[in-house]
């Protein structure tokens, strides 16, 4: 099976940086994806990593290595509203198009 | 606009009885997706459907039931066989070729009573 940890919560302050880190156990898969979710709300869409390496959009930067079995979500220039809940995610391969979700990480941005 | 669209917003329920969930998408996706998230966890698949009439168990599929006879509806049946079915269900869809991009709706929160 597969199992995904994240830590359970993050606090910083506005302006800052801050790394969430996605370790997984799997016995292959086909990349690492982030999801943020704000109370209440659904889950969207951030990122996606299929190779090791740094994606950037924005202000956000997802980075993979297979060989380490690890990932993290790079939030930089922290507002206000990016206090949030963050899950990373593995699409097994041999799994179709299911997704196993980690236990999220959740971020409280402070003024 | 595309998207996927849930009904209700908040479910409550007598314990003992069925309910069932509506989740239907526009985004002309093949594959559809149920989840549950209880309060401070992460999302657990319940099961998901990859073609029309065709679905699979997820990884807590007991006391759950769905269909999906149509490409855009994919009900979720929460039975009284479900022991704690008080939960926030998420349905969710995706391209058959992009499951590492899925595309959510907005929720049920169900409360049994």
């Known amino acids: 099976g597969q199992s995904l940890e994240q830590p359970s919560e993050v606090t910083a302050v506005e302006g800052a940086i801050v790394q969430i880190n996605c370790t997984y156990q799997?016995?292959?898969?086909?990349?690492l994806s982030w999801y943020q979710q704000h109370d209440g709300g659904a889950p969207t869409f951030l990122s996606y990593?299929?190779?090791?390496g740094l994606e950037e959009t924005g202000r956000f930067s997802s980075f993979l290595s297979r060989s380490d079995s690890y990932g993290y979500l790079l939030l930089q220039e922290l507002q206000m509203k990016d206090s949030a809940s963050y899950f990373c995610?593995?699409?097994?391969?041999?799994?179709?198009?299911?997704?196993?979700f980690g236990g999220g990480t959740r971020v409280l941005v402070k003024p | 606009d595309g998207g996927i669209t849930q009904s209700p917003k908040y479910l409550f329920r007598k314990e003992g009885q069925n309910v069932t969930l509506s989740c239907e998408q526009n985004?002309?996706?093949?594959?559809m997706y149920w989840y549950r998230q209880d309060p401070g966890q992460g999302l657990r698949l319940i099961y998901y459907?990859?073609?029309?009439?065709?679905?699979q168990k997820g990884d807590i599929a007991e006391g759950y039931s769905v269909s999906r006879e149509k490409k855009e509806s994919f009900p979720l049946t929460v039975t009284s066989a479900q022991k704690n079915p008080t939960a926030f269900y998420l349905c969710?869809?995706?391209?058959?070729?992009?499951?590492?991009?899925?595309?959510f709706g907005p929720g049920t929160r169900l409360t049994v009573l």
């Open positions: 995610a593995v699409r097994d391969i041999g799994a179709g198009n299911k997704l196993t």
């Open positions: 459907s990859q073609i029309v009439n065709d679905f």
């Open positions: 969710a869809s995706s391209p058959s070729s992009g499951g590492y991009e899925q595309f």
């Open positions: 985004l002309n996706h093949d594959a």
């Open positions: 990593n299929a190779l090791d």
């Open positions: 799997t016995s292959g898969f086909y990349g």
